[in-house]
């Protein structure tokens, strides 16, 4: 499943990816340790959850992309760029969904509520996406927005804070 997930991902990219794209490293490295998560507890996943968590700090670092094993996030990830781009652990993401630099999706308050986004929502680049809104299908989010209520299947919101301007597209 996690195999089949993370080659559908691939397909959202273009050949070669790993010497092209510092993204597909953090989607790669979400992908292997939600398969680690879904093995059986003992030491072997021990160890692997230790260089899991190693690796995890590294590419974050490096990539500036956090994507940690804890959110469930569909397949066909594709994630545009990098840098300043952060996942809270709880939020859910459907599946072929776009990410692009800058986006951050979580939070309003400390331990509040978080997103739940559908399928083939396109993100664009420094749009945050707060507290425990509904994502529908098919939706797009305009760069610099910020989402802070519901947005229903097959619209278009954009601006502070992010309303509907299409209805469908
Ligand atoms: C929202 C978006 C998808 C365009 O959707 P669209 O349906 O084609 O919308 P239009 O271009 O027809 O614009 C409709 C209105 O929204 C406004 N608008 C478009 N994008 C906006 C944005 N990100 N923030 C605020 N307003 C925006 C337009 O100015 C226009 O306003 P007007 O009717 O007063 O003239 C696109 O503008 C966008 O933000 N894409 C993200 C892509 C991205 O991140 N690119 C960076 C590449 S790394
Ligand atoms: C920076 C830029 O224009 O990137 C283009 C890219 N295709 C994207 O959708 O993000």
Redesign the pocket.
């Known amino acids: 499943m996690i195999n089949i997930d993370f080659d559908k991902d691939l397909e959202r990219y273009p050949s070669r990816p790993f010497l092209k794209e510092q993204s597909i490293w953090a989607i790669k490295l979400y992908r292997w340790g939600r398969f680690i998560d879904s093995q059986n507890d003992g030491l072997f996943k021990k160890l692997k959850l230790q260089f899991y968590w190693l690796a995890f700090r590294l590419v974050e670092t490096l990539t500036g992309i956090s994507l940690p094993k804890g959110a469930v996030i569909g397949p066909g990830l594709r994630i545009?760029?990098f840098g300043n781009i952060f996942v809270n652990s709880g939020s859910i993401i459907g599946k072929n969904c776009t990410l692009?630099?800058g986006v951050t999706i979580g939070n309003r308050h400390e331990d509040g509520p978080l997103p739940v986004i559908g399928d083939n929502v396109?993100i664009?680049?420094y749009a945050q996406i707060l507290g425990g809104v509904q994502i529908g299908n098919n939706v797009?989010i305009?760069?610099?927005?910020v989402v802070l209520s519901d947005i229903p299947s097959g619209a278009?919101a954009?601006?502070i804070p992010a309303k509907v301007?299409?209805a469908n597209?």
Do not use: C
């Open positions: 545009w760029h692009r630099q396109e664009g680049a797009k305009g760069a610099m927005s278009t954009v601006g301007i299409h597209h």
